[in-house]
């Protein structure tokens, strides 16, 4: 499994975590919500390395990889995210953008399980990435996440700018992503449809875990906070 371990972390003189712990389970999907600045993004920086904690450990399988640096966490422990706004390169075709991800060399039979997630993609292929719909774009980056042949895959506001049936299914893959054994952490703003694909889910709050557990959207008290609305 994948573990913070009392991390805290911020920028400059600032904390904006100040000691969370939070565990990802392979073969299943942990969803990470919270208002607008609660140190969502900050937490998954912290687990793939691109910020480094003041305080705490980022375990892997059991080992300390705090002192690892990104490129490090993707080849050893294969921690793999998919940055918040896609990041794909709009002049790039979609197979090229999708390559990006292969540079682990283990993409392997990855390549067969993306078309087969996302058929949309076959028809689009060769098209530059730039003109496909924010759904398909989506796609486009969990299949590059998908290509770096993760264990854990961080994946930050999956359903950003997109309507609710593409939300819908954007998230129906990330459960079959699970179901091949990865560990998937996603963060979102849209709590209720991560809440609902999720095992288990944490709520972020003034770089604190506020609550956590199996039922969060049974809770009326959270549903009445941070759960009014899908998005
Ligand atoms: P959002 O959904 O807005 O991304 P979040 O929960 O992911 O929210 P973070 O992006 O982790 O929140 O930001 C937490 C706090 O850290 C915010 O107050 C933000 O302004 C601050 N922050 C984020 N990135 C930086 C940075 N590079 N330098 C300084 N402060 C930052």
Known sequence: MLRAEGVCAGYGTGDVLTGIDVIVEPGTVTALVGANGAGKTTLL?????????RRGRVVADGRDVTELSCSARVRGPRIVMVPEGRQIFGSLSVEENLALGA?????GSNWDLVWELF?????????????????????????RGLLAAPRYLLLDEPSLGLAPLVVDSIFERIRLLAGTGIGVLVVEQNATV???AAERGYVVEGG????????????????????????
């Open 119 to 143: 058929p949309a993609l076959t028809e689009v292929r060769a098209r530059p990435a730039g003109l496909l719909s924010g759904g398909q774009q989506q796609m486009v980056a969990l299949g």
């Open 45 to 53: 920086k912290t687990l793939t390395g691109l910020l480094r904690p």
């Open 208 to 231: 604190r875990i506020a609550d956590e557990g199996t039922d969060l959207l049974d809770k009326p008290e959270l549903v009445a906070r941070f759960f009014g609305t899908r998005g």
């Open 103 to 107: 540079w682990t060399g283990r993409d």
């Open 194 to 196: 991560a809440l609902a």
